[in-house]
Nanobody, 120 residues
Framework: QVQLVESGGGLVQAGGSLRLSCAAS????????MGWYRQAPGKQRELVAG???????NSADSVKGRFTISRDNAKNMVYLQMNSLKPEDTAVYYC??????????????WGQGTQVTVSS
């Protein structure tokens, strides 16, 4: 069984910063992709940023220059540093990972989500 547990969400004023963390635990053989998605009320879930096992990153145009994704492979953790936050960043942020637990196909896992609210 694998779990992804997020932390670090909260309420912040526009222009402020937050750092999200996600810890993967369980019977993990290897972790491929790790990333962050978000879903605002009435909108589809969208990819915010992702990072491969080798450290290659990608991010949505809307967060480029403001958000930075990083990971600690030794601790099975991924982070999202969010700076210069805007009210439109308000959403539930979900940790996502592709994890191999055995010698079969890697599977997709999601965290429970953490609320980020940016006030104007």
């Amino acid at each position: 069984q694998v779990q992804l547990v997020e932390s670090g969400g909260g309420l912040v004023q526009a222009g402020g910063s937050l750092r999200l963390s996600c810890a993967a635990s369980g019977s993990i053989l290897s972790i491929n992709f790790m990333g962050w998605y978000r879903q605002a009320p009435g909108k589809q879930r969208e990819l915010v940023a992702g990072i491969s096992s080798g450290g290659s990153t990608n991010s949505a145009d809307s967060v480029k220059g403001r958000f930075t994704i990083s990971r600690d492979n030794a601790k099975n953790m991924v982070y999202l540093q969010m700076n210069s936050l805007k009210p439109e960043d308000t959403a539930v942020y979900y940790c996502y990972s592709i994890i191999r637990t055995g010698w079969g196909t890697p599977l997709n896992y999601w965290g429970q989500g953490t609320q980020v609210t940016v006030s104007s």
